[in-house]
């Protein structure tokens, strides 16, 4: 016998299985017989029997094609035939299990595939010592061994490889595999269900069909005679993807879904009306109600001071938590600039003096202000402290957070950007950017950054100024926070205009905004001419069903299929609910989540497997084509679409040509009958 846990025989390409998948297949400890080399054993299959018992396989009278009869788990017995060593696999602390030989593997498949539903079903709920494995290791050895086998069949003719090939034990598991899927789990993986699959129960078809079409692809002739069973594989799997939902958003079969799903987060929208706290305003007695925060601050400027000291690099924190339920109620918002913070701040500017005459650069190791008062005069100082070389940063991000920035302190901000080379963040949450100069500064630093791809603009009152708005997009850094900031449909139209120019920004956040159903459909048409938009969140605005279809529109137009083949293809989610624990908002999510995975191929394929549409879309296209049509898949050779060719293939086999010649006259007919009324 010959242990595939062997290093010396598992193929060392890390394109076809993980690091985990191999060691997993490395537990199994799975022996191949060396005096046939690997060639269907009979004699091993009748150990393997032996080895399980009568007490758990029960004999049928039909024939196995190889000289013996069927067998299948006997009623009452699932538990413990899934309790042996031989589906522990899963099971690390497990090191008493036994060899086993390929033919028990194939043993095991073909007793589970004639077995009753109930036997089927426990597969799946046992999970790591069940299905987990049927369809992971044991998958994943079968086309591992092929890989080797085809590397030694190089030489052969195809003929004289699919015959010698076909007696091989491990693609007579392959076979077997093949046929459990696509004839003897219909009752159990059921349409619509695939993701489940996946999540639930553990098992992903989609990565086994993925690895088997690569491993064929890469054995070349070798392995050829498989294609055919692997296609009706691809077909079958495909098949169970829960497709229904998206032909069915479009005609308002889920309109309801949608508004109870919708219905809390309007609710929580941005009001019509209000001061945001960027626009706080000191009470007269501020003075009393600030020295809470005050003793906190200086305790924070103190320890900078003594990092600074005893020559130490040291992050710039002034950090109070004043939001309640931490804030008392006779406590600011906010800690507000009082002289005595100078005296500290200056402290701390002349030890850096200190040791920078010493020879000594301070390094500026972080900045983050958060509900502390930041004077353009300190601000302007710490640039001035960077720019003469006295000091160094090396902050990856900045945070100046609820900090009174006014205009001119904005510009300090961005003069502080140039001078942070390794900067990727930037947040400014609660600040107001209402000078138009200001914007422009900070748009120019951020846009001529190496490195920053992050700008966090929550709570900043940009929907009161839309031009304000778009000089700050402009920045073009990969994600931008817009959250809380009262946008309404003026500031729509910009981040529309924005965005139809195929800006290079991957990642957009507009939740808790004012953005309304006709905002929906102006953000729609333009993300169908982008390219780079990766996720957007726009929960908590005033949106209905018809915002959220709009919206999922633009990745999936199906009023024709080229709508379907011009939509936006890149972006790959979209958050609309705010609720992501209620059952409804799941559902949801999950189907949206599964539209945006598909690609521009996925959604013709899918389009055309409902026949009403099919017959739609190809209404006008001349009957005579359509041989043309079904031989195109088989021409195609680019292996990257191979698969979804394939399907499309055998999507259109069932094609009636009558009915759609039928069909075709009739829609031919009806426009030349509208024809001569006009006339």
Known sequence: MMDMGDESVAPSNDDFFTDEEKNAINRCRIQINNNTGGIYSHQNTLRAIENVGTTLLEKLDTDDGDGGHR?????????????????????????????????????????????????????????????????????????????????????????????????????????????????????????????????????????????????????????NFLHDELVKVEAHVQSLVGKSFIPNFHNGNYDTKFDIALCSDRDVASPDAGPTQASYNKPDNWRERNRFGLTKVKEQLQSCIRKVTNHQDFQLKLNHQLWPPWRPHNEEPIV?????????????????????????????????????????????????????????????????KNANLCEDGIISLSKLVDFSSQLTSISLYYNRIDGMQSARCLARSLKSHARITELHLAHCDLGSSPG????????????????????????????????????????????????NDDDS????????????????????????????????????????????????????????????????????????????????????????????????????????????????????VDNQYQLSLNILYYTMRWWDMPVLYSYHNCVKSDAKRNKNQVA
């Open 71 to 223: 067998y299948r788990v006997k009623v009452g017995s699932q538990i413990q035939f899934f309790e042996r060593d031989i589906y522990k696999v899963h099971d690390m602390n497990n090191n008493a299990r036994h060899p086993c030989t390929e033919e028990a593997i194939l043993l095991e498949i073909e007793a589970l595939r004639q077995s009753e539903k109930a036997t089927k079903n426990r597969m799946f709920r046992q999970k790591e010592t069940g299905a987990m494995v049927v369809f992971g290791p044991w998958f994943n050895y079968a086309f591992q061994r092929l890989l080797q086998l085809a590397s030694s069949d190089n030489g052969s003719s195809s003929t004289t490889t699919s015959i010698s090939m076909g007696g091989y034990t491990a693609v007579k598991i392959i076979r077997s595999l093949f046929s459990f899927i696509t004839d003897d789990l219909k009752d159990i993986v059921k349409y619509g269900r695939l993701h489940d699959l996946k999540t639930k129960m553990g098992v992903d078809w989609l990565r086994n069909v993925g690895t088997a079409r690569k491993v064929i692809n890469h054995c070349g002739d070798s392995a």
């Open 336 to 400: 507000w600039h009082e002289q005595i913070l100078d005296y500290y701040l200056n402290q701390l500017e002349n030890e850096i003096d200190r040791r920078k005459q010493l020879g000594v650069v301070t390094e500026i190791t972080g900045i983050d202000i958060i509900n502390v008062e930041m004077k353009n005069e300190r601000l302007a100082a710490l640039v001035a402290i960077l720019s003469s070389g006295r000091a160094t940063s090396s902050s990856t991000c900045v945070s100046f």
């Open 468 to 515: 304000i708005l778009m000089v700050i997009l402009q920045s073009d850094v990969d994600y931008i926070n817009l959250e809380h900031n009262y946008i309404d449909s003026l500031g729509a139209a910009k981040i529309t205009e924005y965005l139809e120019g195929d800006s290079p920004i991957k990642e957009l956040s507009l939740q808790h905004n004012r953005l």
């Open 521 to 636: 459909l102006l953000i729609s048409q333009a993300l169908k001419r982008n390219t780079n938009l990766k996720t957007m969140s726009i929960h908590s605005n005033n949106l209905t069903a018809i915002g959220v279809k709009a919206l999922l529109t633009c990745v999936f137009d199906n009023s024709s299929l080229n709508a379907i083949s011009e939509s936006n293809h890149t972006l790959a989610g979209m958050n609309f609910f705010s609720d992501n624990n209620r059952p409804i908002t799941r559902f949801l999510r999950d189907r949206i989540a599964r539209l945006l995975c598909f690609d521009r191929t996925q959604k013709i394929v899918l389009a055309l497997q409902d026949k009403d549409s099919l017959l739609q879309y190809l209404a006008n296209v001349p009957v005579g084509l359509m041989p043309e049509v079904m031989a195109y898949p088989l021409r195609q």
